[in-house]
């Protein structure tokens, strides 16, 4: 008030004041009314007052009767509300990864904590995007029950379970209690794979790794032999053409190396005709992953990356997808969905290409829109020495193998042929 005192400065604060507290007082009441009283029960509680008074006014007894139905109707609705949960429920989800088609469930564990009998309850479960309702029998004294509820996995992706809640309200609908009892879990559902040859993901017959050009004084590789220079190791000394030639001679290695797996993936929608095709891909390339990292090879699996809708120009980029472990990658695909944003196949070997280095083998999995031209150019963004293999996912095609200029392309038309045909190609 400024400095202004005396009694009705004190009334005008008070005053405040008090209705500050009697406001806070009525939201918080409001707000925990407005949390059970459905669209119905709001109807309700406006029809019944206007019943009342219209009918008492014009002395319409039939209007009087339908207010005070209304008002015993809120009344039982009321009752549903009162008391409090003696009980204790839990989720539990027995395996929290499945392969797609496979059966899930989970289960729901209810527990009467109190000292006497409790009266059935009604749950709710949310399973991705539908809702799984169950009526549950009243409990005895230290009992438990205990729900088994089935999971959709006909296809891949992550599934939220939960929150579980407990619902009260009454026959007709004017109000609804809920109470949560469970944080959220989720369901990986991973795409299906195969079984592929160890041999066949790396074309590697050779457990020491592949020679190449370059040259190495220390190596497994024999490559010739060759004066010697100071510095050289006298190990490597041959001392048969040593004493043939009277000149030192050394022994001269090609380098080797391990093979560096790559598997690039198009989400490009203009890549696949069906859905089918696109689930296809991301089998073959879960497959592909799980097999180099099983073998401890190097592996990078990389898919396309989105352009943001107001983008100005294309987004060159790719996604890089983890192959710390065998279900970590197949966490990371059970997420990717194909869109109209996407890299293409062309475009996500231009930039795999450009960013990935020591690539001895990489796989390009596609659908069957993408052209023997387009699956060419992708195969020139590799450098020298790179064995490209192009896997086309075609439902409607009998698998084959063919060479187009150096590049290997694969047709598949089931996951089951990925086998046959790596190893037909491994072998040619």
Same mark, same amino acid.
Request: overall charge positive; glycine content about 8%.
């Given at each position: ?61 039939? &209007? ?78 230290? !009992? ?26 009454? *026959? ?12 959220? +879990?989720?369901?990986?559902?991973? *795409?299906?794979?195969?079984?592929? *040859? ?26 010739? &032999?060759? #004066? ?23 022994? +001269? ?23 089918? #095709? ?9 497959? &592909? ?15 396309? #990356? ?11 980029? /790719? ?10 990658? &197949? ?5 990717? #969905?194909?869109?109209?944003? !996407? ?8 930039? !795999? ?5 020591? /690539? ?12 023997? +031209? ?20 075609? *439902? ?30 491994? !072998?040619?």
């Amino acid at each position: 008030m400024g400095e202004r005192t005396g009694f009705l400065a004190d009334t005008v604060i008070a005053g405040v004041l008090l209705g500050r507290a009697v406001g806070g007082f009525l939201r918080r009441i409001f707000a925990r009314v407005a949390a059970v009283v459905t669209a119905l029960g709001w109807s309700m509680l406006i029809v019944v007052p206007l019943a009342l008074v219209t009918g008492y006014v014009i002395g319409w007894i039939e &209007l009087v009767v339908v207010g005070f139905a209304g008002v015993a109707l809120v009344a039982i609705a009321v009752i549903y509300l009162v008391g409090r949960s003696s009980i204790q429920i839990g989720l539990n989800i027995p395996h929290h990864r499945v392969v797609a088609g496979d059966p899930a469930s989970g289960e729901v564990i209810i527990s009467n904590m109190s000292r006497r009998r409790t009266l059935g309850v009604t749950i709710e479960i949310p399973v991705g995007m539908g809702l799984a309702e169950v009526a549950l029998p009243s409990l005895r004294k230290g !009992a438990s029950f205990t729900h088994n509820f089935g999971i959709p996995t006909a296809r891949r992706g992550v599934i939220p379970v939960g929150p579980v809640r407990t619902v009260r309200a009454d *026959p007709i609908g004017l109000v609804r209690r809920e109470l949560v009892w469970t944080d959220v +879990q989720e369901l990986f559902v991973h *795409p299906r794979t195969v079984g592929i *040859p160890s041999m066949s993901t790396g074309f590697i017959r050779d457990l020491e790794g592949n020679p190449t050009r370059d040259l190495s004084n220390n190596d497994v590789s024999f490559h010739a &032999l060759r #004066e010697y220079m100071p510095g050289d190791e006298r190990r490597n000394i041959h001392w048969k053409s040593t004493a043939r030639t009277g000149t030192y001679m050394v022994r +001269q290695f090609e380098e080797t190396r391990r093979s560096h797996l790559m598997i690039a993936l198009s989400l490009a929608s203009a890549d696949y005709a069906t859905d089918d #095709e696109f689930e296809l891909a991301v089998s073959v390339t879960g497959s &592909l992953g799980v097999r180099a990292i099983r073998d401890t090879r190097t592996v990078t699996v990389v898919a396309s #990356e989105d352009t943001p809708q107001f983008a100005k120009r294309k987004v060159f980029a /790719v996604r890089l997808l983890s192959t710390l472990t065998r279900t970590r990658l &197949l966490d990371d695909l059970a997420v990717v #969905e194909h869109t109209e944003s !996407a890299l293409t196949m062309v475009d996500v070997a231009r930039v !795999a290409g450009e960013q990935a280095s020591g /690539v001895s083998v990489a796989f390009l999995v596609c659908g069957s829109r993408v052209t023997r +031209q387009q699956l060419r150019a992708a195969s020139t963004k590799f450098g020298m020495g790179v064995e490209v293999v192009a896997v086309v996912c075609d *439902p409607e095609s009998a698998p084959g193998l063919r060479r187009i200029a150096g590049l290997s392309v694969l047709t598949i038309g089931y996951l089951d042929d990925l086998k046959q045909s790596l190893a037909r190609a491994a !072998a040619a």
